[in-house]
Nanobody, 119 residues
C-alpha cells in the first residue's frame, strides 16, 4: 500500500502562486502515474494534471493548461504541482493520487489540501 502525504495548500490572492507537494511512501511504483485532482463545493472531483512516473509524460486539464506545471523528483518519491496565475475558480480541495497510467483507476489518495484563491 502506498501512502501519500500532501502539503502546500493555503490562501492566496488572485494572480498569485502556490506549490503543492505530495510525498509517496511504500512499495515501488515505477509503472504507475501520479496526479492531482481537485473538488470544489458542489462539484465533482476533476483531474487537474497527471505525470507518468517512468518517463515524466504529462497531461493537463484544459482549465489549467499554461498556468499549472506538474513535476516529480524520483529520488525523493515526491510529486509537485506549481500553480501560477491562480484564479478564484481554482479554489478547491486538492488531492494527490496514484494509480494506473491515465488515473481512471486510483489505487491511493492523499488526505487533501485546501487551496483558496481570493478575488
Amino acid at each position: 500500500q502506498v501512502q501519500l502525504v500532501e502539503s502546500g495548500g493555503g490562501l492566496v490572492q488572485a494572480g498569485g502562486s502556490l506549490r503543492l507537494s505530495c510525498a509517496a511512501s511504500g512499495r515501488t511504483f515505477g509503472s504507475y502515474a501520479m496526479g492531482w485532482f481537485r473538488q470544489a463545493p458542489g462539484k465533482e472531483r476533476e483531474l487537474v494534471a497527471r505525470i507518468r512516473w517512468s518517463d515524466g509524460t504529462t497531461y493537463y486539464g484544459d482549465s489549467v493548461k499554461g498556468r499549472f506545471s506538474i513535476s516529480r523528483d524520483n529520488a525523493k518519491n515526491t510529486m509537485y504541482l506549481q500553480m501560477n496565475s491562480l484564479k478564484p475558480e481554482d479554489t478547491a480541495v486538492y488531492y494527490c493520487a496514484l494509480g494506473g497510467a491515465t488515473l481512471i483507476y486510483v489505487a491511493s489518495w492523499g488526505q487533501g489540501t485546501q487551496v483558496t484563491v481570493s478575488s
